[in-house]
Each structure stands twice: as structure tokens, then as C-alpha cells.
């Protein structure tokens, strides 16, 4: 069964500074996709950035972009020059090729500080 | 434009009582369908998923059920409710499997059982 592990259940940043989040998966398959969602206090779910297991060009998405590591199964996400409104719970996301389930991380919640 | 609609907001449910959560989508067809639950401090977790009318898949053992009467209709229901039912339940779409299309959420469920 495929897992995805968020290590940092909390981070923090600066605002104009650049974090990473960290999320390492675990599956046998060779075709997947990799998501970053959004959830800001609202607790609505945002689509970040995703990420198709085929290409090895990384994501990116304005100030948003991965680090997507196939043979290590790491997917981490980069924000730059961070932003108070980047305040949120963050969940990275696995899903399959051939099923219909997206399975999430336990989320890391990121605070940026002015 | 595609639009879901989650209702209601917040429920305050005595335990033993019945559940019922609705979720509809609008400017699609066939979706894709799925509920999730998040229990405070986790991560997401997925209940079930519909991938068309009367087609239900449930992912783990519990005291809820779903049901897809309608193309664009997905209910949530328990007959009675338990004290770990408490959460916030998130209903979402998609537009069809095996591909990297988005899952979209509603605005989700803050459910209390007391």
C-alpha cells in the first residue's frame, strides 16, 4: 500500500524568505502524480502543484516549486520570497495512475512571521 | 464553471443520533466523488469514493455509509453516531481517474459528537 510521511508537523518563516517542506512516499509503481494542497484557516483545500511521475522537469507554479526526487521518493516544496498569506496547513498527496483515491500526508502547518 | 456545494457548515450531533452530510456538484458530468475525514491534528482520510451512480467504494471499516443517488449527489449518513465520528469532513470531485486532473473540495463539515 502506497504511504506518503510529512516529518514536519510544524515550520515557520519570515516573510520575503524562502522554506522547504519536506514529503518522502512509498510505492512499487512506476507511473503516479504528486500533489501539494493548501489549507488555510478557512480549511478549504487548495491545489498548489502537482507533479506527473514521468517527467523529470520540476513543477513550478509563480512562487511555488518541487524538488522531485523518483529514485529517493522525495517531493518536497519550495516557496519563495514567502508571504503572510502563505499561512497554512500544507498536505502533499499521492495518487496512483490507475485508481481513483488520493492519498494524503499528515500535513505540515506553516507560520510566516512579518 | 464547476462549483460543489457542501452543507451544512457545522453540525452539533448528541451521540446515538443519525448523520446526514450532503455534497452536490454542479457544471459536470459523471464526477468523480469522494468524502475524506480529517480528525484534529491528522492528516486527511479517505472514506469513500463513487466513480458513478449506485457505485461505492468504501476504504475503511467504520460507522458511516455513503450513497450516490444522483449523478452529481453524494451523501454522508451513519444511523448512529460515535464519539470518534467527530472531525471535519471534506467532500471533493474530480473529473475522471488515471489522469493528473485536480481534485476539487467543498468547503467540508466541522461535525461535533457530544
Known amino acids: 500500500a502506497q504511504t506518503v510521511t510529512q516529518s514536519q508537523p510544524e515550520m515557520s518563516v519570515q516573510e520575503a524568505e524562502t522554506v522547504t517542506l519536506s514529503c518522502t512516499y512509498d510505492?512499487?509503481?512506476?507511473?503516479?502524480?504528486l500533489f501539494w494542497y493548501k489549507q488555510p484557516p478557512s480549511r478549504q483545500m487548495i491545489l498548489v502543484i502537482r507533479?506527473?511521475?514521468?517527467?523529470?522537469q520540476n513543477a513550478t507554479e509563480n512562487r511555488f516549486s518541487v524538488n522531485f526526487q523518483k529514485a529517493a521518493k522525495s517531493f518536497s516544496l519550495k516557496i519563495s520570497d514567502s508571504q503572510l498569506g502563505d499561512t497554512a496547513m500544507y498536505f502533499c498527496?499521492?495518487?496512483?495512475?490507475?485508481?481513483?483515491?488520493?492519498?494524503f500526508g499528515t500535513g505540515t502547518r506553516l507560520q510566516v512571521f512579518p | 464553471s464547476q462549483t460543489i456545494h457542501q452543507w451544512p457548515a457545522t453540525l452539533v450531533q448528541p451521540v446515538g443520533s443519525p448523520l446526514s452530510l450532503e455534497c452536490t456538484v454542479e457544471g459536470t458530468s459523471n464526477p468523480n466523488l469522494y468524502w475524506y475525514r480529517q480528525a484534529a491534528g491528522r492528516g486527511l482520510q479517505l472514506l469513500f469514493y463513487?466513480?458513478?451512480?449506485?457505485?461505492i467504494s468504501s476504504e475503511v471499516p467504520q460507522n458511516l455509509s455513503a450513497s450516490r443517488p444522483q449523478d452529481r449527489q453524494f451523501i454522508l449518513s451513519s444511523k448512529k453516531l460515535l464519539l470518534s465520528d467527530s472531525g471535519f469532513y471534506l467532500c471533493a470531485w474530480s473529473v475522471s481517474w488515471a489522469s493528473a486532473e485536480k481534485l476539487f473540495f467543498g468547503s467540508g463539515t466541522q461535525l461535533s459528537v457530544l
Open positions: 507533479q506527473e511521475a514521468y517527467k523529470q
Open positions: 510505492t512499487s509503481e512506476n507511473n503516479y502524480y
Open positions: 463513487s466513480v458513478g451512480i449506485g457505485q
Open positions: 498527496a499521492f495518487r496512483s495512475y490507475n485508481t481513483d483515491k488520493l492519498i
